[in-house]
């Protein structure tokens, strides 16, 4: 069975700005050892976790809603204080950004990322996001 979408189920994309240099989270990453088994633990770094809580805050000052179920679709435009990083690595600390905030209920339900790209803003660093409501493909 082919999944369908109708033109009704889709709506007008939800607008956000994440103000402050985007980061993922593996750059510099942590690597601390369990100390019962002695087993490598690796945590995102703390300039990382430092822009997901900042992102997360802006988030849900800006949705103010129940978190979407169904299918989404982000369009990002990374804006970095220089021109270093993977965009696969930003899309995932924007995804785990918009789980943390409750804009979506789960990062899998992104089925698409278009026009999502990398680009460069050293005086006004930034992530700029358009999230558009599919609702369900099923």
Same mark, same amino acid.
């Given at each position: 069975?082919?999944?369908?979408?109708?033109?009704?189920?889709?709506?007008?994309?939800y607008q956000f700005i994440i103000l402050g240099a985007?980061?993922?989270k593996k750059n510099s990453g942590r690597i601390f050892h369990n100390r019962a088994s002695g087993a490598p633990i690796l945590l995102p770094s703390a300039a990382s976790k430092e822009w997901e809580s900042k992102a997360v805050w802006q988030l849900m000052d800006q949705w103010r809603r129940k978190a979407l179920a169904g299918d989404v679709g982000v369009n990002a435009m990374f804006y970095r204080e220089r021109d270093a990083? +993977?965009?696969?690595?930003?899309?995932?600390?924007?995804? +785990?950004?918009?789980?943390?905030?409750?804009?979506?209920? +789960? +990062?899998?339900q992104i089925v698409c990322w278009d026009g999502t790209r990398l680009n460069k803003d050293a005086a006004r660093p930034r992530v700029e996001v358009q999230l558009t409501h599919y609702g369900s493909l099923k």
């Open positions: 069975m082919e999944a369908k979408l109708s033109m009704a189920s889709i709506q007008k994309p985007p980061r993922t990083g +993977d965009l696969v690595n930003y899309m995932q600390a924007l995804a +785990d950004a918009l789980q943390v905030a409750k804009v979506i209920e +789960d +990062d899998r």
